[in-house]
């Protein structure tokens, strides 16, 4: 299974950016799988974003990003997106995405998932 994020850049405050993350595998259906998104600033432990459960019907927020950010996926196009909006400095971070292990007890912890992407940066000046 690998994940491939992007969409990351430097950008003003205020200003938005369109993340991706294309998952392939060929014993890999990722329809059947919840996805999840986490960043990870400079000195900081990585951090829960979102997540989106297999059909989308289902989607969680950290309360930073609640109102600004919005999880999405495509399971035709094997992709989960994040749209984040009205950034702010401290949204800079490492941005990854991940799959949920089926069955997790919860979709916040870095436990609960089990293959990660290599992530793309997101730099936010203000």
């Known amino acids: 299974v690998q994940l491939q994020a992007s969409g990351g850049g430097l950008v003003q405050a205020g200003r938005s950016l369109n993340l991706s993350c294309a998952v392939s595998?060929?014993?890999?259906?990722?329809?059947?799988?919840?996805m999840g998104w986490f960043r990870q600033a400079p000195g900081k432990d990585r951090e829960f974003v979102a997540a989106?459960?297999?059909?989308?019907?289902?989607?969680y927020y950290a309360d930073s990003v609640k109102d600004r950010f919005t999880i999405s996926r495509d399971n035709g196009k094997n992709t989960v997106y994040l749209q984040v909006n009205s950034l702010k400095p401290e949204d800079t971070a490492d941005y990854y995405c991940a799959r949920g292990r089926p069955y997790a007890s919860s979709w916040t912890a870095l436990s609960q998932y089990d293959y990660w992407g290599q992530g793309t940066l997101v730099t936010v000046s203000s």
């Open positions: 989106i459960t297999r059909t989308g019907d289902m989607r």
């Open positions: 595998g060929r014993t890999f259906s990722f329809s059947t799988y919840t």
